[in-house]
């Protein structure tokens, strides 16, 4: 197990050196982000040993049951998944330190009254749905922008930039055009300008797709099948959840 474990991260470590190299880009600009969903503690620790020490959940549910495995080991916790507002408070309570699927007004306001009370600041991505999938959570490209200037008014959230799920297609072209829109958007919200509001982080590509995201400029890459083995569950049980019954 642990050898596999290690062995995939080599992998996944050259695949991205060489999209680095590729596209004339430093391979320390780009960070990976082991995604953990359905990866039991004893996997994880692995990862976290050697030096791998960021790592996301999609839901509150499993965050908290690997919470207190994880906790004495130094790490980094993110959180990708759909957030509903009454599971902030569990966010905060385990160590989250940034949020990239921030998506919506409601959600924003409520994440900044939770932190004016505990007196703490924390970082957000705004996720971009750039596939045009129903199935997928973020808000609409052209909506994107203005979405950060709201946001950026509160002054609890410390908005780094961008994150979206490529299109799913064996086609690269048209999944490189997902990323695109997200970088495009990145230079267009830099340009306004916006106080509060840094855009350095571009959070996308996954197992299948990092190349390519790097190519366009990706900052965080999300993996996780490449890393731990193929997932139980659709990604859909993730994706999907929450937005037809909300
Ligand atoms: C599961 C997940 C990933 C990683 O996907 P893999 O294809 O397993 O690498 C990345 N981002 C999000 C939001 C995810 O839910």
Not at 53 to 66: G, W
Not at 206 to 215: K, N, R, Y
Request: proline share 2%; charged share 30%.
């Amino acid at each position: 197990m642990k050898e596999d474990i290690l062995h995939n991260l080599a992998v996944i470590n050259e695949r991205i050196k060489k999209a680095c190299e590729q596209s004339g880009r430093n391979t320390d600009d780009v960070k990976l982000l082991l995604a953990t969903k359905t990866v039991p503690p004893d996997r994880i620790k692995i990862t976290l040993e050697n030096g791998y020490t960021l790592i996301a959940e999609n839901k509150v549910q499993e965050l908290k049951e690997k919470y207190e495995d994880l906790k004495g080991i130094p790490h980094e916790s993110h959180f990708i998944g759909h957030l509903q507002t009454n599971k902030i408070k569990d966010i905060l309570k385990y160590d989250v330190t940034c949020v990239q699927s921030l998506d919506r007004l409601e959600l924003a306001e409520k994440i900044h009254q939770r932190l004016l009370a505990e007196n703490r600041t924390m970082d957000v991505l705004i996720q971009v749905n750039t596939s045009n999938e129903e199935s997928k959570f973020g808000v609409n490209p052209d909506q994107a922008t203005e979405l950060t200037r709201k946001i950026s008014n509160y002054s609890t959230l410390k908005i780094k930039g961008l994150m979206t799920i490529g299109l799913f297609s064996a086609e690269t072209e048209k999944v490189r055009a997902c990323f695109k829109i997200l970088r495009n958007l990145q230079q267009d919200i830099i340009r306004e300008n916006i106080p509060n509001v840094e855009m350095k982080e571009l959070s996308m590509g996954m197992s299948g797709d990092l190349e390519t995201a790097i190519e366009e400029g990706a900052t965080i890459v999300r993996v996780g099948t490449a890393v731990f083995g193929a997932r139980i569950y659709p990604d859909s049980y993730y994706w999907d959840e929450g937005k037809t019954n909300k």
